[in-house]
């Protein structure tokens, strides 16, 4: 095959992979850092690697491939000191919501983003990767490169500390 043609059809790959992800890799980095702006330079970066790659993904792995780079691009940004004295003082996430919600389905939903926030780093990949990608156990356990039950034990402990996060806020302590 051609440079040229190989060109292409990375340049259709490409093509094809952002038009079906790029919704995902935003949402999950904005679910990460709280801040629509670092989530669309994440989102951003996430792409340039896919496109920079010198090599093809796996067919069926192209979700997961570019869902733990974003979760790596999250946790890099976290762990500059300065990001978060500044993310850490800013307010939670800008929920968007759905035009036949209740003002109290709303505030219930910004409850429980705010305890999610709030999770310590590993429940909460595992949270945002579960609940609001929809990934199964062993898709994430692969993704992380984790055991399935260390993902399982995360997602046990972390559904208990967001209950005892939202008791907290419900009785205002």
């Not at 040229?4 to 079906?20: D, I, P, S, V």
Request: proline share 3%.
């Amino acid at each position: 095959m051609s440079e040229n043609m190989r060109a292409q059809n990375q340049g259709a790959q490409f093509e094809e992979l952002y038009a079906k992800y790029a919704d995902d890799v935003l949402r999950m980095a904005y679910f990460y850092l709280a801040d629509r702006h670092k989530a669309e330079d994440v989102c951003q970066d996430v792409f340039v690697k896919l496109y920079t790659r010198g090599h093809t993904i796996e067919p069926g792995k192209e979700k997961a491939w570019l869902l733990r780079v974003t979760v790596n691009s999250c946790r890099d940004l976290w762990r500059g000191a300065w990001l978060r004295r500044v993310v850490l003082g800013a307010p939670t996430l800008e929920i968007i919501p759905a035009q036949d919600e209740t003002i109290e389905q709303r505030e219930e939903k910004a409850e429980l983003m705010r305890a999610v926030q709030k999770l310590p780093d590993v429940f909460r990949e595992v949270v945002l990767l579960h609940y609001y990608q929809g990934l199964g156990i062993s898709e994430i356990a692969q993704m992380l490169d984790l055991p399935e039950g260390t993902i399982s034990s995360r997602l046990s402990r972390a559904r208990k500390k967001l209950e005892v996060l939202l008791k907290e806020e419900a009785t205002g302590v």
